[in-house]
């Protein structure tokens, strides 16, 4: 690790974790407006943004296919850091610490906490609910060959999937902004030493424990060199 890269902080997601991340959040607002708009009249000026009600009906389904795409995606690359571990369940008992900004007394988490876990895993079950039911429903591509039963199962859970899709967003969007130095993160991919440790305490110790090892084998690289030089 070089000079430059320590001062720059500490690597939270590369480029691509971004450009996917970012692909499938921008996707997805898409998907809720266009959503929003074939679902209740309330919304029905969204479909202004779609170039009518006829394109904002056809194109839905598709925007659908692609954020499930890349949601896959991000879903196999972030399963690890999203497995449940034993100090996830004390920091979600201390919940009341986490919303009054008690952070001090929370246990040491590591790259994501136990909220952000349940982020993750609430949006791995309902973009695949998502999928399959909005395929069932899609016209006139696989509507018609579905039995009438499917067809009723599947609009109740698309719309239910999506309730709790929205929902977790929201509340995601908002953590995000609350957390000051997330959006930095996800945008920028690097963080401070000082958020690290703030924030994902174990993470930071496994970032700095790989960081030294890595100067360690340079050092020794380094030595190893000056030696071959003062041998004649
Ligand atoms: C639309 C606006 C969105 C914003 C502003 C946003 C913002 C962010 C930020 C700032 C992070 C980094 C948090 C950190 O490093 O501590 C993050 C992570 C993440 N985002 Fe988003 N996101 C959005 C949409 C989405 C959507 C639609 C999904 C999934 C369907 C998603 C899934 C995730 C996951 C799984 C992570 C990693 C775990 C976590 O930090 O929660 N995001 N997002």
Partial sequence: MS???????????????????????????MLVLSGLAIFHPYFWSFTGLFGGPIPTRIIHPFIGVFMAFFFLIMAVRFFKVSLIKRYDIQWVKQIGDVLSNRDERLPPVGKNNAGQKMVYWLMVTSVPLLLISGIVIWQPYFAPAMPRLWLRVAAVVHAYAAFAAIITLIIHIYSAIWVKGSIRAMVQGRVSKAWAKHHHNLWYEEEMEKQRRVEDAAKREETAGQQRQQTP
């Fill in 3 to 29: 000079h430059s890269n320590r001062e720059r902080g500490i690597l939270r997601y590369d480029w691509w974790s971004r450009v996917n991340h970012w692909l499938i959040a921008f996707s997805f607002v």
